[in-house]
């Protein structure tokens, strides 16, 4: 239950299955909290909803999903000032891993930065810090933030 | 009837409904016939409307939330079908203007031609199914569809509208988002 408590802020999740952030998804799941998406831009735009109607929404799934939702992200969220919480399977991190994820895991950082996502990359037992740095800037400027889960960070 | 016309049949009887509007025109025909805070102008993110409806509400168990949908919109992303179906919001009214064609763009055609979205609904799961083809089984219609418990899929069938398109959405996105939370009753 670690894990949730540095999400104490949040009260939507939604998003799509992956396994660097299974543990949270299946925690999320056992306490109901978590409505699973059929794909990434779904789920981008249910939390946005979920944002509209007063709820502090995050959205779970693997980097090789945020093509899908990289529309809504730029055309809602950013624009709209609707800001999510994205936690994000960072497959391909290290160049080391299935050759599908090695592009997107190569280019995700700079990806989302480059359209004016903020990125916070932990290290193992520096999510709440990554969490809150993030929380930080989804207040200060009614952004989407991003947090990159490498392996071994959500245990 | 054409696209704006249904528009204006449903626009007419609203209350208090959350109302999400698909990309385009539906935006700015829905800003024409009735301009109201708890209209959420989705400008950009097409395909998005009915998820965005879906978390209103989840979220706004209270309030009742109408998707004014687009077949072209909701071909894009018909993976929402099964989680509401699933979820089953009873506040949720998802209304599918069906005119075949995308007509923001200059009315290619999609394929709800060929593919009736309503029997996609059915198999989803949405507790009632509605269809309208003509003016007056729209009215009659909304009218029913207002006291039902949903899911409710509502397939309007229309045609695109000729001439020239109405005014573009006037406030900005981020006054948009402001007003619809103020609506809604969110503290900023």
């Not at chain 1, 945020?66 to 709209?80: A, E, K, M, R, W």
């Not at chain 1, 497959?91 to 004016?116: F, K, N, S, T, Y």
Request: with cysteine; hydrophobic share 45%; net charge neutral.
């Amino acid at each position: 239950m670690q894990t949730r408590t540095a999400l104490e802020g949040f009260d939507f999740f939604t998003g799509v299955a992956d396994s660097l952030v299974a543990s949270l998804i299946e925690e999320l799941s056992a306490t109901g909290e978590y409505i699973p998406a059929a794909r990434e831009d779904l789920a981008v735009g249910m939390a946005s909803g979920a944002y509209l109607a007063g709820r502090r929404p995050c959205v779970l799934m693997q980097n090789s999903g945020l093509g899908y939702c990289l529309n809504p992200l730029t055309s809602l969220n950013l624009i709209y000032r609707i800001p999510l919480l994205l936690i994000v399977g960072w497959r391909g991190h290290d160049g080391a891993d299935a050759p599908e994820h090695l592009v997107m895991g190569r280019h995700c950082r700079a990806l989302l930065e480059q359209v004016g996502i903020p990125v916070f990359v932990p290290g193992p037992g520096g999510l709440d810090q990554a969490v809150a740095q993030a929380e930080g800037r989804m207040r200060s400027d009614r952004i989407p933030a991003a947090v990159l889960i490498r392996p071994g960070v959500l245990g | 009837m054409t696209t704006r016309e249904a528009i204006g049949i449903v626009a007419r009887e609203l209350t208090d409904e959350l109302v999400v509007c698909t990309t385009g025109y539906t935006c700015r025909d829905m800003q024409a016939a009735a301009d109201r805070a708890a209209n959420f102008y989705m400008i950009g993110s097409m395909g998005c409307a009915a998820s965005i409806g879906l978390g209103m509400a989840l979220s706004s168990p209270g309030r009742r939330v109408l998707v004014l949908d687009g077949d072209g919109a909701l071909l894009m992303g018909l993976g929402v079908l099964p989680m509401v179906g699933t979820l089953k919001p009873r506040n949720l009214i998802h209304l599918v203007l069906d005119n075949g064609v995308f007509a923001s763009t200059g009315n290619q055609p999609t394929y709800s031609r060929s593919v009736a979205l309503d029997s996609l609904a059915r198999a989803a799961g949405y507790s009632v199914l509605k269809r309208a083809e003509t003016a007056e089984e729209l009215k009659r219609g909304w009218g029913e569809v207002r006291s039902q418990a949903g899911p409710i899929f509502f397939l309007v069938k229309c045609r695109p509208d000729a001439g020239q398109p109405m005014e573009r959405v006037r406030l900005s996105p981020e006054a948009i988002t402001d007003r619809f939370r103020e609506a809604v009753g969110v503290a900023h």
